[in-house]
């Protein structure tokens, strides 16, 4: 029983850690690597569903609102900081929202389609 649970807890700690990572990696980009950001902003496709996933990637976000399922950005329009406007920066930061997005990349979108037809 004891081994389970430190399986459980480490796993946890090592998901915990990736997200960390991957939020300072976001915000080290948005205020160091503006051109970074532009130059994948150029291959990001598609819209936002304001669904929250990326709103509590580590923590939730005070500004989100709503009940769990139906959550709202009440900043949405209003001023956003960099890494929320940027999200996802790349398809590295797909991975932290299980995929589930409105986003896609297509550079990605090529690269799976020729896996697809080999």
């Known amino acids: ?25 976001r915000f080290v980009l948005c205020t160091f690597k503006q051109e970074y950001i532009e130059d994948k902003q150029k291959t990001r496709f598609g819209d936002c569903f304001q669904c929250g996933k990326c709103c509590s990637l580590l923590f939730k976000c005070p500004f ?3 009940p769990e399922g139906n959550t709202r950005c ?3 329009d209003k001023g956003r900081p960099k890494q929320c ?11 932290d929202v299980d995929y589930l ?18």
Do not use: W
């Open 101 to 118: 997005c409105g986003y896609f990349f297509s550079n990605e979108v090529e690269k799976l389609g020729k896996l697809k037809t080999q």
């Open 74 to 76: 009440s900043i949405y």
């Open 1 to 25: 029983m004891t081994r389970l649970l430190q399986y459980y807890i480490d796993r946890h700690a090592i998901r915990t850690l990736k997200k960390f990572n991957s939020k300072l990696r």
């Open 64 to 66: 989100l609102e709503g």
């Open 85 to 95: 406007a940027a999200f996802p920066i790349d398809y590295k930061d797909l991975h």
